[in-house]
């Protein structure tokens, strides 16, 4: 049994570091394709081996995105969020302590949302039986605080309710066997990648140092701000990490670029961490990658720990194969064509998407593209662009 998990968890890591490092392979495509194999793959390894090895590939993935999503600026839409600070970084020749600064938010918040595992525990069940009643009025309570909360209220609104159409229209589209890929691809990847094809965008020479640039008071606020927003988010259908980032100001203020980049990072793991422990706790998977691994097996205790575990061995090694594959890209960003190397991402998430679901796969994606571009080009946040998710789960609660 130990060769098997220790077999699973290796193969885990190794998945991850292709979805990490490829833009458009998000670990939830390759988790439900797990799934859709799962009576194939069920009678060489238990439900618990696969469980392992879903853990180890999103805890990888958690780490090893923040690569692309500073150097090519294509981030997963949990970290969207970060790709202006650390672009910023990248330009003026830094992109790597950009990673390192990401990468220290992500392990130290990994470590942080275990050790708070038990509080959790504690108070989870609690807490979702007061809220449960209340939940689709405070949903629009929260985002209706995320659409005033600056000057950019009106286009922040019409963004949330273009991207809340589109959730809801593609939902309601019967043949699409992976919706997401192309919604959340052309939302949050393909407009960001096109931003920077128009800009003419020339990276410097990169410089790599074995110092970190960051305070340990900015480190711990981030990991504050992230352990108070991730645990809140945990009973909300609908919110994910971006918008824990930008909830995390109202528990914290004045963050930094750099403090920002490790607020991101941890809001990741952390996520992912207290998404197991809530399908542990109250039965309820949030995260895409714990909704497939509910769907393998019924966790007991000492599965639950395995899983913890797994975590932490991945999360562990995850920090130094980030390490490695950064300094790589480092090299590599100022020897290609980065025009080129867009474009050649773009193609491929194109073709994903057709493959997935065909031609209406890439009306999907085109659409989304084209409302992704509103953000970056008016200078409104990313964050609204969730109304692709969370729409859809208030018209639930209200019709």
Not at 69 to 89: F, R, T, V
Request: with cysteine; hydrophobic share 55%.
């Amino acid at each position: 049994m130990f060769t098997e998990l220790l077999f699973s968890l290796i193969l885990g890591i190794m998945f991850g570091i292709f979805t990490g490092l490829i833009p458009g392979i998000h670990v939830n495509l390759v988790a439900a394709l797990l799934l859709a194999l799962s009576s194939f793959l069920l009678k060489m390894f238990t439900p618990l081996d696969l469980a392992v090895f879903i853990i180890s590939l999103s805890v990888t993935h958690s780490f090893l995105d923040t690569i692309p999503s500073i150097y090519l600026g294509a981030p997963e839409n949990e970290n969207a969020l970060s790709i202006l600070p650390g672009q910023k970084m990248l330009l003026a020749g830094y992109g790597h302590m950009a990673v390192k600064i990401t990468i220290l938010g992500t392990y130290v918040g990994m470590i942080t949302a275990i050790l708070l595992v038990p509080l959790f525990i504690f108070s989870a069940e609690k807490i979702f039986t007061v809220l449960r009643p209340y939940l689709g009025y405070l949903l629009f309570i929260i985002m209706f605080y995320l659409i005033v909360k600056d000057s950019m209220r009106l286009w922040n609104l019409f963004l949330f309710l273009l991207a809340g159409t589109l959730g809801v229209l593609v939902f309601s589209v019967p043949n699409l066997n992976e919706p997401l890929f192309p919604m959340l691809s052309g939302l949050f990847g393909v407009s960001g990648l096109m931003v920077g094809i128009f800009d003419n965008t020339k990276i410097p020479k990169q410089n790599i140092t074995s110092k970190i640039n960051l305070k340990l008071s900015e480190l711990v606020k981030a990991v504050f701000a992230s352990s108070v927003a991730v645990f809140f988010i945990q009973f909300f259908p609908g919110l994910g990490p971006a918008q824990g980032a930008v909830l995390s100001n109202v528990f914290i203020r004045d963050i930094k670029d750099k403090g920002y980049l490790a607020l991101v990072g941890a809001m990741g793991t952390m996520s992912v961490v207290f998404s197991l422990v809530t399908f542990y706790t109250l039965g309820k998977a949030k995260d895409g990658s714990i909704v497939v691994v509910s769907k393998l097996l019924e966790i007991d205790k000492s599965g639950f720990i395995l899983l913890l575990s797994s975590f932490l061995i991945a999360g562990s090694i995850s920090v130094f194969l980030t390490l490695y594959f950064s300094k790589m890209f480092s090299k590599l960003i100022v020897r290609v064509n980065y025009q080129i190397l867009v474009i050649t991402i773009i193609v491929f998430i194109f073709l994903m998407s057709f493959f997935l679901n065909g031609p209406l796969g890439i009306v999907v994606l085109i659409t989304a593209t084209a409302i992704g571009l509103i953000a970056p080009l008016k200078g409104i946040g990313r964050n609204h662009l969730m109304g692709c998710l969370i729409l859809p789960v208030m018209l639930y609660y209200v019709l």
